[in-house]
């Protein structure tokens, strides 16, 4: 009707109080003011554009069912099902990210890019925060882009050509001891062992920036290079990038909401709140083979 059209109107033309703004020089943006259940289309392009400028998006004081969770995801693109974390009851498209009170080890305790071991890695993953320990329980982000800016041009040189190796195997599949100890917090072991080779230095699918592409958690080895020269290379690039000048450490309230570019980020969930209950929903989104 008339009416419902001119509602439409003003909602679409209200003026937005969004403020975007750096959390740090690397990596990270805290976008304010603003119910990513109601976004319209300017603020939604001005998120993207965010995105791929900052890496990692913050979003405080947000109220999210499932549904509102997985809509949202939606609007970024096609939701990858990821084949390994348990699933959230009635929601196949949320994976649980949960560590109980009794429980030692939690999910993603290490530096990490999500699915690398993937032909076409997930583009990004949305972490909801449903509850958060009374302290502890950060996640540090990485940012790849400013770390290879900082590499030297020798090493630039030495890198730029590379390809390395990731897997998933170890840290998946049955005879994984990081599963056992994960428990049944993780899924679906006699599917693990894909692998991937991607480019060491990638540039960015969407923007072209160049950024470092390997990760402790699941890059194997340099390919074509003898392996104890590879794995020389590979910590030599992971003590660059693990400077704190290239992080953000994301302080979570329960509310809070996430995205990461995997292409473009590493993350590290911190496990320093023993005793205690975190419990976030992450939704992974597809990504396209990287070149
Ligand atoms: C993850 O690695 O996806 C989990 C991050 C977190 O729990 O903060």
């Given at each position: 009707t008339r009416s419902q059209y001119k509602f439409q109107k003003e909602t679409e033309q209200r003026e937005s109080d969004m403020q975007i703004s750096k959390a740090s020089e690397a990596v990270g943006a805290i976008v304010e003011n603003v119910d990513v259940t109601r976004l319209n289309d300017q603020e939604f392009a001005d998120i993207r554009r965010a995105f791929l400028d900052h890496g990692t998006l913050f979003f405080r004081n947000q109220k999210l069912t499932p549904e509102d969770?997985?809509?949202?995801?939606?609007?970024?693109?096609?939701?990858?099902?990821?084949?390994?974390?348990?699933?959230?009851?009635?929601?196949?498209?949320?994976?649980?990210?949960?560590?109980?009170?009794?429980?030692?080890?939690?999910?993603?305790?290490?530096?990490?890019?999500?699915?690398?071991?993937?032909?076409?890695?997930?583009?990004?993953?949305?972490?909801?925060?449903?509850?958060?320990?009374?302290?502890?329980?950060?996640?540090?982000?990485?940012?790849?882009?400013?770390?290879?800016?900082?590499?030297?041009?020798?090493?630039?040189?030495?890198i730029k050509d590379l390809k390395a190796r990731h897997g998933n195997a170890h840290v998946f599949g049955e005879e994984s001891p990081y599963r056992k100890a994960v428990g049944d917090r993780y899924t679906n072991a006699d599917q693990a062992g894909q692998t991937a080779v991607h480019p060491v230095v990638l540039a960015h699918p969407e923007t072209g920036v160049k950024g470092l592409y390997v990760n402790p958690g699941f890059t194997l080895e340099i390919?074509?290079?003898?392996?104890?020269?590879?794995?020389?290379?590979?910590?030599?690039?992971?003590?660059?990038?693990?400077?704190?000048?290239?992080?953000?450490?994301?302080?979570?309230?329960?509310?809070?909401?996430?995205?990461?570019?995997?292409?473009?980020?590493?993350?590290?969930?911190?496990?320093?709140?023993?005793?205690?209950?975190?419990?976030?929903?992450?939704?992974?989104?597809?990504?396209?083979?990287?070149?």
């Open positions: 969770h997985i809509a949202f995801a939606k609007r970024w693109g096609a939701i990858d099902l990821n084949r390994f974390f348990k699933r959230r009851d009635g929601y196949p498209e949320i994976a649980e990210v949960l560590k109980e009170p009794d429980q030692q080890i939690n999910i993603g305790g290490g530096w990490h890019t999500d699915h690398s071991y993937d032909e076409a890695p997930a583009m990004g993953s949305i972490l909801y925060a449903l509850e958060i320990p009374p302290s502890g329980g950060d996640t540090l982000f990485a940012g790849m882009a400013a770390a290879y800016e900082a590499l030297d041009d020798g090493m630039k040189d030495r390919v074509d290079m003898e392996p104890a020269e590879g794995q020389a290379l590979l910590q030599e690039l992971y003590d660059h990038i693990m400077q704190d000048r290239f992080h953000h450490r994301h302080v979570w309230r329960e509310g809070d909401l996430a995205i990461w570019d995997n292409r473009s980020t590493w993350h590290y969930a911190m496990n320093d709140y023993q005793g205690h209950r975190r419990y976030l929903n992450r939704i992974t989104i597809e990504g396209v083979a990287l070149a």
